[in-house]
Nanobody, 123 residues
Framework: QVHLVESGGGSVQAGGSLRLSCDAS????????MGWFRQAPGKERDWVAAINTRFGFTNYADSVRGQFTISQDNAKNTVYLQMNSLIPEDSAMYYC????????????????WGQGTQVTVSS
């Protein structure tokens, strides 16, 4: 089993930055791929970024490439999402997710999920 806990969300003014954290525990073989998703009210859950925790390879949704950065600290079993130049459209519940391998970016490709952390960007 894998347990994921997100933190770092909050309210920020447009143009500001936040760094989200995802603390992972449990079977390391089940979380070789770590991803971030976001979901705004009334919208689908959209993939944001992912990292292969074994090799450090990263992938980004076109909407956040160059704006967000996913990284990891393997010693702490933590994955981060650095969010810069935030705009109100970035407001959403952000979820951390884990998969055995990075095989796809759909929500169904990830077996484990955190509880989410709210990000609100005001103009």
């Amino acid at each position: 089993q894998v347990h994921l806990v997100e933190s770092g969300g909050g309210s920020v003014q447009a143009g500001g930055s936040l760094r989200l954290s995802c603390d992972a525990s449990g079977d390391i073989a089940s979380r070789n791929c770590m991803g971030w998703f976001r979901q705004a009210p009334g919208k689908e859950r959209d993939w944001v970024a992912a990292i292969n925790t074994r090799f450090g390879f990263t992938n980004y949704a076109d909407s956040v490439r160059g704006q967000f950065t996913i990284s990891q600290d393997n010693a702490k079993n933590t994955v981060y999402l650095q969010m810069n130049s935030l705009i109100p459209e970035d407001s959403a519940m952000y979820y951390c997710a884990a998969a055995r391998r990075c095989m796809g970016w759909a929500a169904t490709d990830f077996a484990y999920w955190g509880q989410g952390t709210q990000v609100t960007v005001s103009s």
